[in-house]
């Protein structure tokens, strides 16, 4: 009777720490980047340097993960000034009234081992769509310096700008409606 006690107390003990965990992104070690392609003859390489991700989950191998990005757009940064202002102002992204883009999944579907088909809801320059991205569970490690659990993540997939009106004014010809996507991070168990 006693080692059944024990036995339904470590059960327990166990989905308690498993019920929810909020995981926060280590800004210091993630990247939110975009590329498109410029005159069908080169790829244009952005980011986006203010963004925050939260994902929380119950269980350890992520699979009913749900994940939370809000970027600043004003932080757009594709290494050119010119541009830079060009994304911001009215003819692309409109900073001044659509400051924030943000994305909130709905649905994950785990397709092989540790990789996972993630779908939410994308809003940029005040427009949401439904988007369905790659995403790769690279595992979770002990940080050798904190000592703490740390999971690693890429997701990679392809938005069409004109689903968001961004850049109505600028033909395929000159920029890709296709915007690869790609996001690295690792994530620490919130404090």
Known sequence: MKKLILLAAAVLFQTAVFAQTTWKVDK???????????????????????????ITTTKPDFSDAKFDLTASVASVNTGNDMRDGDLKSDHFFNVAVNPTLTFTSTRIVKTTVNHYKLSGNLTMHGITKLVTLD?????????????????????????????????????NAILSDDVAIKADGEFAVAK
């Open 28 to 54: 210091a070690h993630a990247r939110l980047q975009f590329t498109i392609t410029h005159m069908a003859v080169s790829d244009v390489d952005g980011n986006f340097k203010d963004f925050d991700v939260t």
């Open 135 to 171: 995403l790769w569970y690279r595992g979770t490690i002990v940080n050798p310096m904190s000592k703490a659990n740390d999971a690693g993540f890429q997701l990679t997939g392809t938005i069409s700008r004109a689903a968001f009106n961004i850049g109505g004014m600028y033909p």
